[in-house]
C-alpha cells in the first residue's frame, strides 16, 4: 500500500515538474510560428512599400534620360486613347496602357486640351499630363511663301497639321475638287495665296485648300480681273505667267521687266525659254539645269513648247501678279542672270549671246 502511495507520489510529483516544461515547449513553438508569420508579413510589407514607392516615383518625377523637343498636335474630338496613340508613334511615351491608367486615376481623361502642344525638356508622366490639359493652341500658323509650290506646300502641312502629304497632293490635283471649289484650274497649284494662316487643328485638306483659294480671291479683286480681261488673258494665265516670273526674278524690282520680257516673246510666237518650267516638269525644284533636261518631252517644258505652261508652276505673290498684269513697255527679247540676283537683258539673240560670254568671262576672272 505505502508503495501505491510512493509511486503515486513520484507521478504527480513528475507531471508537476514536466508541465510547465511542455507549457513552455508550446510557448516557445507558438512565438516562433507569430515571429515567423510577423518576417513573412513584414517582408510582404517591405515589397509592397518598394512597389508603392516605385509608382508615385516613375509617375511624378521627371525622366532625365529622355529629352523631349516636339509639337505634337491633338485634333479635335480625339479620345484618351487616340492621344495615347498619338504619343507614342511620336516617341513621346512608350507605354500607352501606362499613360492611359494615369491620366483616369489622376483626373486627367477629360482635361486632355486640342490642338498644338509645344513639348521642351523632360517630362515626368503626371508632368506630361499637366502640360497636355493647358495650352493647346486652336490656331497652327501655315506659312504660304511666295515661290513654293504644292510639293513644298505638302510637306509643310503635314509638319504642322499631320495632313499626310500625299493626301494633301491628291486633293490639291483633284479636278472635282477644283471645279467644287471654284478653281479655274485642273490643280490648285498657283490659287494657294502666299500668306500665314491661322488654321484650326483637324481641318482637312479640302478646307485648307478652300481657305488659301478664298484668300487669293480677295487679293485678286475685280480691277485685276478687269485688267487680265483687257489683256486678253485668263486669270490662270496671269498666275501661270506670275508663278514663272515669280521664280526667275530675285528682286520684286525686276519683276515688270522680266514680265515684259515674256509678254514680248509670247507676243511674238517665241518659246518661252524659262528654266523654271523645266524644273517642274523634273520635279527637281533647285536642280541647276544641264542642256540634256531641256529636252525632256513635257507640255511644261517652255524650250519645246510655245505658249504657257499648263499650269502655274508654283504660287506666285502679289507683286508677280501685278508684273504679269502691268509689264514693262521695252524692246528686250532676252535676259540672263547676272549673279547675286540681277539680270541682264538684250534686246537680240547676238546681244544675248554676247552678255552670256561676259558674264562668264567675269565670273572666271573672279575665281
Not at 74 to 99: D, V
Not at 128 to 145: E, K, M, N, P, W
Not at 147 to 174: C, M, P, Q, W
Not at 241 to 253: C, G, R, T, V
Amino acid at each position: 500500500m505505502l508503495r501505491t502511495i510512493k509511486a503515486g507520489l513520484a507521478l504527480l510529483f513528475s507531471a508537476l515538474l514536466l508541465a510547465p516544461v511542455a507549457i513552455l515547449n508550446h510557448m516557445i513553438k507558438g512565438v516562433k510560428k507569430i515571429f515567423g508569420n510577423l518576417l513573412i508579413a513584414l517582408a510582404i510589407l517591405i515589397v509592397i512599400g518598394i512597389a508603392l514607392l516605385s509608382i508615385p516615383y516613375s509617375v511624378f518625377y521627371k525622366d532625365t534620360s529622355k529629352v523631349i523637343d516636339a509639337t505634337i498636335v491633338i485634333p479635335k474630338g480625339y479620345t484618351l486613347q487616340n492621344t495615347a496613340r498619338l504619343l507614342t508613334e511620336e516617341r513621346i511615351i512608350n507605354r500607352p496602357n501606362l499613360f492611359i491608367l494615369w491620366a483616369k486615376l489622376l483626373g486627367f481623361d477629360r482635361k486632355i486640351r486640342a490642338g498644338r502642344h509645344r513639348l521642351v525638356g523632360s517630362y515626368s508622366l503626371f508632368g506630361l499630363l499637366r502640360a497636355l490639359s493647358q495650352g493647346g493652341s486652336f490656331s497652327i500658323d501655315i506659312t504660304v511663301y511666295e515661290g513654293e509650290n504644292i510639293y513644298e506646300i505638302a510637306g509643310v502641312v503635314e509638319h504642322k497639321l499631320g495632313i499626310d502629304s500625299l493626301s494633301f497632293l491628291e486633293r490639291a490635283t483633284n479636278d472635282s475638287l477644283m471645279k467644287a471649289i471654284g478653281i479655274p484650274s485642273t490643280t490648285a497649284e498657283g490659287f494657294l495665296f502666299p500668306e500665314t494662316y491661322n488654321i484650326d487643328p483637324g481641318t482637312s485638306a479640302d478646307e485648307l485648300i478652300a481657305i488659301m483659294y478664298h484668300q487669293f480671291k480677295q487679293e485678286f479683286n475685280s480691277n485685276l480681273r478687269a485688267r487680265a480681261e483687257s489683256l486678253g488673258m485668263s486669270i490662270r494665265d496671269v498666275v501661270t505667267l506670275a508663278s514663272i516670273i515669280e521664280k526667275e526674278a530675285y528682286f520684286p524690282e525686276e519683276m515688270p521687266r522680266i514680265s515684259g520680257v515674256y509678254h514680248n516673246r509670247l507676243s511674238s510666237g517665241m518659246l518661252l525659254q524659262a528654266c523654271p518650267t523645266v524644273n517642274y516638269a523634273l520635279k527637281q525644284f533647285d536642280k541647276r539645269l544641264l542642256y540634256e533636261d531641256l529636252e525632256l518631252d513635257s507640255p511644261y517644258n517652255t524650250y519645246k513648247y510655245s505658249g504657257l505652261p499648263p499650269t502655274p508652276i508654283a504660287n506666285p505673290g502679289k507683286k508677280a501678279i501685278l508684273a504679269a498684269l502691268y509689264p514693262e513697255k521695252h524692246d528686250f527679247y532676252y535676259f540672263v542672270s547676272e549673279g547675286e540676283g540681277h539680270h541682264s537683258f538684250s534686246r537680240t539673240e547676238k546681244e544675248h549671246a554676247e552678255a552670256i560670254r561676259t558674264i562668264r568671262k567675269r565670273k572666271a576672272n573672279l575665281r
